[in-house]
């Protein structure tokens, strides 16, 4: 698997539409080792909620190949930083 050529494939919104399904809160999408065969890419989609709510598939298909996704709840959205007075 081209690790950039599924980088540039979620970044496309139909698969971020098929990954997070109707699911409207805060989120992140990437890329990572796959926690039971980990020179394996897998997509792995974080959500503020709870991972139940999001319906998306369990692989995608890319290039030919199909790849693993994992949901992760309970994800926080990072804050900006406060600009420090010096």
Known sequence: MNIQTLMDRIEQP?????????YAGPFSIGIGA???????AVVIVRVADDAS???A???IDVDGQSV???????Y????KLRRLVS
């Open 34 to 40: 796959d926690p039971q065969d980990s020179p394996t």
């Open 68 to 74: 693993r996704v994992i949901v992760q709840g309970n």
């Open 14 to 22: 139909d698969v971020q539409r098929t990954l997070l399904a109707d």
């Open 53 to 55: 709510c999001v319906h």
């Open 76 to 79: 926080s959205v990072p804050h």
């Open 57 to 59: 598939p369990p692989h």
